[in-house]
């Protein structure tokens, strides 16, 4: 899922922007903080926004003049052949220009929202306008072969040259190219490999599927080596490559990963009898009339009449992202994490940790809500979408890794319990941790050693508990709890800090930092003998100093620290 970027300056924009946004159900209105109150997701700079979103890859649509985002965007201009499309739309609708990204179907772009506009695409390619499409972008399913020699093609073409068609290709007979049957220059639609010639513009037609057959001793190296090997002797050309089709039993994702690196095709899982041949499978998925090209005992290479959809065959490999949206606040939210979550089409978690990444969710991304006691069961169903081809974002506060929902995950993952799990991308997105955005609001209270105890008794006993409490206390180390307290569980954070005291001074400095980075954040400083359950709830974290921590005042902030030193 790729989100494209609706950009919007103030909210008088915002009536175009939804009306963009209706027809893009992948995009997201991003709005200028102070300025704008409906936008999907707010930014306080609009240069460094946009120069973040294009050279992430994401289409712009600015709601903007077009100078404003050109001058944006002149620092980072460098290869026309990866820029993503850019368009301006004027703020009463009344044009759209496209402005950067004809290869990544920018003047299309244009055209689809002028007429959901009822405006004017203003489109100002020479060979759009003239012969009604853009050669150095051909639609989905074909790959232009040789771009460094497509320029001066197209050049004479619109000098007068005439061009013939050599294979099939059903848009180019829409176009306005000057067609004559015995012209010496030709527009090649092929899947055999070519060499670039001054004459001739080739498009490879993504119309191959490889196919791999259930197998013993299935070895992922040789299987490659055998794939290189059949292309080569076929002069097949790896750009025509729609997909690699192959039986799940054979997969996991470092098998995945290497074969989809090796020919950068989408991988698609399929369910077969056992007993099926490799062309077996290539005739019941891509129909009875195709032809095989090459073959051996395992592998097939089959070719369609037309280009292979791959999104409609078999099934897509899933993915698990486990995200940290740090505490809270958009600022620390990393851009991976941000990325994870507009790409996923499924986000499972907590609801309240669900709340608060919904600023970033795409309208296509389903929601599923879960209590905040059922970790296992949550990282299952997890799972098993992810096993059935979607892409799931598993959604924590903080860092996923810190008393949060990875542990889960890799807890149920251990039991293979189901098969197809094996074949998951697992990712850990980090996010910056509570005790971290604790620390920073008031200086560097875990500046020197430190450790991290839940007190929490659900998951171990008390006693654990109070043994490395303990031991911390007689460490020395400057200690962060997590779960001081609950509605249930008022007294072990009173009994922990009566076992600090046999070891720490009454005047300690205890961190209560509470909400960090949300609505009714509160920071207070106390001693360790004043630190009662009263004065904390769930969503704090309490930072307790060691020996050697400092406070002290300076430009009229309170400082706390723990010397590098000891």
């Not at 963009?20 to 159900?25: D, G, S, T």
Request: aromatic fraction near 8%.
């Amino acid at each position: 899922m790729t989100t494209i970027a609706i950009v919007i300056l103030n909210e008088l924009s915002f009536a175009t922007a939804t009306q963009v946004k209706q027809c893009l159900p992948d995009s997201m209105i991003y709005g200028l903080q102070k300025r704008t109150e409906s936008a999907d997701q707010t930014y306080q700079d609009f240069g460094e926004t946009i120069r973040n979103l294009f050279q992430q890859g994401q289409t712009i649509i600015g709601i903007c003049s077009a100078g404003i985002l050109i001058r944006a965007l002149a620092p980072v201009l460098n290869n026309k052949w990866q820029e993503p499309a850019v368009l301006a739309i004027a703020e009463d609708s009344s044009s759209v220009v496209p402005l950067l990204g004809s290869l990544q179907g920018a003047n299309q772009l244009a055209q689809q929202l002028a007429q959901v506009l009822q405006s004017h695409a203003a489109i100002t390619t020479t060979g759009a306008i003239r012969f009604q499409t853009t050669l150095l972008s051909p639609p989905s399913g074909y790959q232009l072969a040789f771009p460094a020699t497509a320029k001066t093609f197209i050049a004479d073409l619109l000098n007068g040259q005439p061009v013939r068609i050599e294979g099939q290709a059903a848009w180019l007979k829409t176009t306005r190219l000057p067609f004559d049957p015995e012209a010496t220059y030709c527009i090649q639609v092929t899947h055999q490999l070519q060499q670039p010639q001054p004459q001739c513009l080739t498009y490879y037609s993504k119309n191959i599927g490889i196919f791999i057959q259930s197998q013993d001793n299935f070895d992922i190296s040789e299987t490659i080596s055998a794939i290189d090997h059949l292309l080569s002797d076929n002069q097949i050309a790896p750009d025509a490559i729609a997909l690699i089709g192959m039986p799940f039993e054979l997969t996991n994702h470092a098998t995945l990963q290497a074969i989809a690196a090796k020919f950068q095709v989408p991988v698609r899982l399929i369910r077969e009898s056992p007993t099926a041949t490799a062309s077996d499978q290539a005739r019941r998925i891509l129909g009875s009339d195709i032809q095989i090209l090459a073959a051996n005992s395992t592998i097939a290479i089959a070719i369609a009449e037309e280009p292979i959809q791959p999104e409609i065959i078999g099934q897509a490999c899933g993915r698990v992202s486990i995200v940290g949206l740090g505490p809270g606040s958009a600022e620390w939210l990393t851009p991976e994490a941000r990325q994870m979550l507009q790409h996923a089409t499924d986000w499972v978690g907590y609801k309240t940790y669900l709340n608060l990444a919904e600023p970033w969710r795409s309208p296509q991304t389903q929601r599923h809500d879960s209590d905040n006691r059922v970790e296992l069961d949550r990282a299952r169903y997890a799972l098993d979408l992810a096993a059935i081809g979607r892409q799931v974002a598993v959604i924590s506060s903080g860092d996923p890794g810190i008393y949060a929902m990875a542990a889960a995950v890799f807890e149920v993952l251990e039991t293979a319990e189901n098969l197809d799990w094996q074949t998951l991308d697992i990712r850990i997105c980090p996010g910056i941790s509570a005790m971290q955005a604790a620390a920073a609001q008031v200086g560097a209270p875990l500046g020197h050693d430190f450790c991290t105890i839940s007190l929490s008794d659900i998951l171990k006993p008390w006693e654990i508990i109070a043994e490395r409490i303990t031991a911390a206390a007689q460490a020395d180390f400057a200690i962060a709890f997590y779960n001081p307290v609950s509605q249930t569980r008022r007294w072990q954070l009173e009994a922990a800090r009566d076992l600090l005291l046999a070891w720490r001074s009454p005047e300690t400095p205890v961190l209560l930092a509470r909400n960090i980075g949300r609505e009714k954040q509160s920071i207070q400083i106390i001693d360790l003998s004043e630190l009662s359950a009263d004065l904390v709830d769930m969503n704090t974290v309490v930072l307790i100093g060691s020996s050697k921590t400092r406070q002290f005042e300076s430009a009229g902030r309170h400082w706390l620290y723990t010397p590098r030193y000891y």
